[in-house]
């Protein structure tokens, strides 16, 4: 293994993985799947949830934090009653949780009031830990709190170095749908420590604004592999600017996690504490720095920008810079006229960008706020790729500034890619920075269902890496033809630890597109913020209406809230007065709603009152003349 990659083993998959691989066409292909679908009896049930509001009396305490959060234990007289609360029964169970990983958006049933703000949705993940906004991957070592690098909106449990993919761990969350909502980690045991069990959970009390942790069971101490201590309780708000710590690194010793502790944290907020906070969410694309552009034709240049403070803000600029190499080709600034506390908002820009040659672009996007409290989310610099296809499609460049593996069998990256018209991809190549001895590579092209879909590979084959350089995979036979903006994923596994490491380019711009295999499945890679896998595909351009680009005399939002409970606001600006079709689909195709009308030019908006149909993933799908653009937003109840 490299220096300074952490040890893995995953050898417990072997026998799973290797019954799964089947042949299709000549190629491989594999499921790699995981899920954890369990019950429990070992705590005791509680008789309900009603009027369930522990009250505090003196015991040591801690805080406030700048916004007025407190905290206050049990260990000495008073506190919180400890008072477990079993949901195996009645909660739903956590599936997908795997080693280093944070599944979600799971809807919590009202909105509960956190700092200067509410929430109404989380995910879960798996070493201890949720995110009210977050699906970033969380993972050793863990910082202490406050701390405004991701994730962010943070509720650390029980925060360390968990692996539910040993023993019989398990997972439930629970919600009255009014003003509780629970998740509870049963029997986690420690990636370092087969002797360890963890059982720990967390109640949301939106009567008191209050968080409550409790502990059952609990064996080991959370040591690294060098001897350190690594575990993290506390909470913190949406930009990392306020928190309180409980506990890091297992300091202080009288913090220290143990059967029958509970912790309360709860709000006594300060009238005057004010947080001037606008951020840059995303460029481009949501959850994703890169995007790709056809040579010589404009492009719609977007950001999505938030108000993450506790005041209205007014009349803010947004500014975007576009270079290549040292030459700026492209600056535009746009003003936002009002932002609400903790509204977001997809800001487009008056001109397009026309680029001139196919080449890699820098787009760098900045929050311009007189005041501004948290200057490190005021930018966010993005990746433009032109392409003019048939092309050989990638973020990365071709120097190989570093390289990972991960020691454990079967493990491995991904790329994901999205392009805005149709492709038939016809190949892909990986890049391998040093080879070990000569093994066995799994490529497999998988495509999207809320993340790359492992149970329904598109296309596989296997190579034998002898040496490092560029390693080519021919699809040309597999029919591998994808729609605009249809997202799918390149994977790569090594069969056997010890044999070949992966290249990883440092330079920025990067994409934010890796994903990583660990063992248990593919997440989000924890390195996406500082390296691209050097992953590439070879493309050519697919014939019918279907590849034809969608022009800008249109554009579509973000719908807002997203994800939402109930209804959400869609918005769209049109260049002329247009009869307007919205679909709605689900994740199989099937139509669930349709929304029509003529409109006129400018920035319109339509609701969706999605009261009466399921949680889950849907997209819907403007129609203008014979034009369209398809976006994805998640119903949470």
Same mark, same amino acid.
């Given at each position: 293994?490299?220096?300074?990659?952490?040890?893995?083993?995953?050898?417990?998959?072997?026998?799973?993985?290797?019954?799964?691989?089947?042949?299709?066409?000549?190629?491989?292909?594999?499921?790699?799947?995981?899920?954890?679908?369990?019950?429990?009896?070992?705590?005791?049930?509680?008789?309900?949830?009603?009027?369930?509001?522990?009250?505090?009396?003196?015991?040591?305490?801690?805080?406030?934090? $700048?916004? #007025? !959060?407190?905290?206050?234990?049990? +260990?000495?007289?008073?506190?919180?009653? &400890?008072?477990? =609360?079993?949901? %195996?029964?009645?909660?739903?169970?956590?599936?997908?949780?795997?080693?280093?990983?944070?599944?979600?958006?799971?809807?919590?049933?009202?909105?509960?009031?956190?700092?200067?703000?509410?929430?109404?949705?989380?995910?879960?993940? $798996?070493? #201890? !830990?949720?995110?009210?906004?977050? +699906?970033?991957?969380?993972?050793?070592? &863990?910082?202490? =709190?406050?701390? %405004?690098?991701?994730?962010?909106?943070?509720?650390?449990?029980?925060?360390?170095?968990?692996?539910?993919?040993?023993?019989?761990?398990?997972?439930?969350?629970?919600?009255?749908?009014?003003?509780?909502?629970?998740?509870?980690?049963?029997?986690?045991?420690?990636?370092?420590?087969? +002797?360890?069990?963890?059982?720990?959970?967390?109640?949301?009390?939106?009567?008191?604004?209050?968080?409550?942790?409790?502990?059952?069971?609990?064996?080991?101490?959370?040591?690294?592999?060098?001897?350190?201590?690594?575990?993290?309780?506390?909470?913190?708000?949406?930009?990392?600017?306020?928190?309180?710590?409980?506990?890091?690194?297992?300091?202080?010793?009288?913090?220290?996690?143990?059967?029958?502790?509970?912790?309360?944290?709860?709000?006594?907020?300060?009238?005057?504490?004010?947080?001037?906070?606008?951020?840059?969410?995303?460029?481009?694309?949501?959850?994703?720095?890169?995007?790709?552009?056809?040579?010589?034709?404009?492009?719609?240049?977007?950001?999505?920008?938030?108000?993450?403070?506790?005041?209205?803000?007014?009349?803010?600029?947004?500014?975007?810079?576009?270079?290549?190499?040292?030459?700026?080709?492209?600056?535009?600034?746009?003003?936002?006229?009002?932002?609400?506390?903790?509204?977001?908002?997809?800001?487009?820009?008056?001109?397009?960008?026309?680029?001139?040659?196919?080449?890699?672009?820098?787009?760098?996007?900045?929050?311009?706020?007189?005041?501004?409290?948290?200057?490190?989310?005021?930018?966010?610099?993005?990746?433009?790729?032109?392409?003019?296809?048939?092309?050989?499609?990638?973020?990365?460049?071709?120097?190989?500034?570093?390289?990972?593996?991960?020691?454990?069998?079967?493990?491995?990256?991904?790329?994901?890619?999205?392009?805005?018209?149709?492709?038939?991809?016809?190949?892909?190549?990986?890049?391998?920075?040093?080879?070990?001895?000569?093994?066995?590579?799994?490529?497999?092209?998988?495509?999207?269902?809320?993340?790359?879909?492992?149970?329904?590979?598109?296309?596989?084959?296997?190579?034998?890496?002898?040496?490092?350089?560029?390693?080519?995979?021919?699809?040309?036979?597999?029919?591998?033809?994808?729609?605009?903006?249809?997202?799918?994923?390149?994977?790569?596994?090594?069969?056997?630890?010890?044999?070949?490491?992966?290249?990883?380019?440092?330079?920025?711009?990067?994409?934010?597109?890796?994903?990583?295999?660990?063992?248990?499945?593919?997440?989000?890679?924890?390195?996406?913020?500082?390296?691209?896998?050097?992953?590439?595909?070879?493309?050519?351009?697919?014939?019918?209406?279907?590849?034809?680009?969608?022009?800008?005399?249109?554009?579509?939002?973000?719908?807002?809230?997203?994800?939402?409970?109930?209804?959400?606001?869609?918005?769209?600006?049109?260049?002329?007065?247009?009869?307007?079709?919205?679909?709605?689909?689900?994740?199989?195709?099937?139509?669930?709603?349709?929304?029509?009308?003529?409109?006129?030019?400018?920035?319109?908006?339509?609701?969706?009152?999605?009261?009466?149909?399921?949680?889950?993933?849907?997209?819907?799908?403007?129609?203008?003349?014979?034009?369209?653009?398809?976006?994805?937003?998640?119903?949470?109840?």
């Amino acid at each position: 293994m490299l220096s300074g990659m952490r040890y893995r083993r995953v050898n417990r998959f072997t026998r799973h993985i290797k019954r799964t691989f089947s042949t299709i066409y000549g190629k491989i292909s594999i499921s790699l799947s995981i899920v954890i679908i369990v019950s429990i009896g070992k705590l005791a049930a509680a008789p309900g949830l009603d009027g369930y509001v522990p009250e505090p009396s003196p015991a040591e305490n801690g805080g406030p934090d $700048s916004y #007025g !959060y407190n905290w206050i234990d049990n +260990d000495d007289a008073g506190g919180p009653e &400890f008072y477990w =609360i079993d949901i %195996s029964r009645i909660g739903v169970p956590v599936t997908g949780l795997m080693d280093d990983n944070i599944v979600g958006p799971f809807g919590m049933g009202f909105e509960f009031p956190y700092y200067w703000y509410t929430v109404n949705h989380c995910w879960i993940g $798996s070493n #201890g !830990y949720i995110s009210f906004s977050s +699906d970033f991957n969380f993972m050793y070592p &863990f910082s202490g =709190i406050p701390n %405004s690098d991701d994730p962010n909106d943070l509720i650390a449990v029980l925060t360390g170095d968990l692996n539910p993919s040993r023993g019989e761990p398990e997972c439930y969350y629970y919600t009255n749908n009014a003003d509780s909502f629970i998740v509870s980690w049963i029997n986690f045991g420690e990636f370092n420590n087969i +002797d360890s069990t963890h059982s720990f959970q967390v109640i949301f009390s939106a009567a008191d604004s209050s968080i409550l942790f409790q502990y059952g069971e609990n064996h080991g101490s959370f040591r690294d592999g060098v001897g350190n201590h690594r575990t993290l309780i506390g909470i913190e708000n949406a930009n990392g600017q306020v928190g309180i710590e409980y506990m890091h690194d297992n300091i202080p010793e009288n913090h220290l996690w143990h059967d029958g502790l509970a912790v309360k944290f709860h709000p006594e907020p300060d009238p005057t504490f004010e947080a001037f906070d606008f951020e840059i969410v995303d460029g481009l694309r949501e959850g994703s720095g890169a995007g790709f552009m056809p040579n010589n034709q404009p492009y719609s240049v977007s950001a999505l920008a938030k108000n993450s403070g506790n005041r209205t803000i007014d009349n803010v600029d947004v500014r975007c810079q576009i270079r290549r190499e040292s030459n700026t080709v492209y600056d535009e600034i746009t003003t936002i006229g009002h932002l609400e506390p903790g509204q977001e908002i997809w800001v487009y820009f008056d001109s397009p960008f026309t680029p001139i040659q196919v080449a890699d672009y820098q787009a760098a996007f900045t929050a311009i706020m007189f005041g501004d409290q948290n200057p490190n989310n005021d930018t966010r610099v993005c990746e433009l790729v032109s392409y003019e296809l048939p092309q050989e499609l990638r973020y990365c460049d071709d120097t190989a500034e570093g390289g990972r593996a991960w020691s454990g069998d079967y493990s491995g990256f991904g790329v994901e890619f999205q392009m805005p018209e149709g492709i038939e991809v016809t190949g892909s190549s990986f890049h391998v920075f040093s080879v070990t001895m000569p093994g066995p590579a799994y490529v497999l092209v998988l495509p999207d269902n809320g993340g790359p879909d492992e149970n329904n590979p598109l296309a596989g084959d296997t190579i034998t890496v002898t040496s490092a350089g560029w390693k080519d995979i021919d699809f040309g036979s597999a029919g591998l033809t994808f729609d605009p903006e249809e997202k799918f994923y390149m994977v790569v596994l090594h069969a056997f630890e010890s044999t070949f490491s992966f290249s990883m380019d440092q330079s920025t711009p990067l994409s934010y597109r890796g994903w990583e295999y660990t063992g248990g499945g593919l997440a989000p890679d924890r390195d996406r913020e500082i390296c691209d896998v050097m992953f590439r595909i070879n493309a050519n351009g697919v014939t019918g209406i279907e590849n034809e680009i969608i022009p800008i005399s249109f554009t579509l939002d973000q719908n807002y809230p997203n994800p939402f409970n109930a209804a959400t606001n869609i918005r769209f600006v049109i260049d002329r007065e247009s009869d307007v079709r919205i679909d709605i689909f689900n994740t199989i195709g099937q139509s669930v709603s349709k929304l029509s009308g003529r409109f006129q030019p400018g920035e319109n908006m339509v609701t969706w009152d999605a009261s009466d149909i399921a949680s889950g993933v849907y997209f819907y799908r403007i129609s203008v003349d014979d034009n369209a653009e398809t976006r994805k937003m998640t119903l949470v109840k």
